[in-house]
Nanobody
Framework: QVQLVESGGGLVQAGGSLRLSCAAS????????MAWFRQAPGKEREFRAY????????YYTDSVKGRFTISRDNVKNTVYLQMNSLKPEDTAIYYC?????????????????WGQGTQVIVSS
């Protein structure tokens, strides 16, 4: 069983930055692919980025490339999402997710474990 706890959300003006953190309880954290998704009101959960267990591979959805950076610290059992140049359309609840060897790492159904989410609001 893996427990995930996100933090770092908040209210920021357009063009600003936030850094989300997700602390994991897993003893073998480095064996899990970690991802960030978001969900806006009335919309489905959408993939943002994922990172391999070692941290050596990352992948982003096109709309965040060049603005968001996913990283992890396998000593602290934490994954991060640095979000720069934020836009109002980035407003959503952001969730981190964990899975071992997800079949499709950009799909929410591939992840077994989810955090409770952290709200990000970007004002124009």
């Amino acid at each position: 069983q893996v427990q995930l706890v996100e933090s770092g959300g908040g209210l920021v003006q357009a063009g600003g930055s936030l850094r989300l953190s997700c602390a994991a309880s897993a003893r073998t954290f480095s064996t899990y692919t970690m991802a960030w998704f978001r969900q806006a009101p009335g919309k489905e959960r959408e993939f943002r980025a994922y990172i391999s267990g070692s941290g050596g591979f990352t992948y982003y959805t096109d709309s965040v490339k060049g603005r968001f950076t996913i990283s992890r610290d396998n000593v602290k059992n934490t994954v991060y999402l640095q979000m720069n140049s934020l836009k109002p359309e980035d407003t959503a609840i952001y969730y981190c997710a964990a899975a071992r060897a997800p079949y499709e790492a950009t799909s929410a159904v591939s992840y077994n474990y989810w955090g409770q989410g952290t709200q990000v609001i970007v004002s124009s």
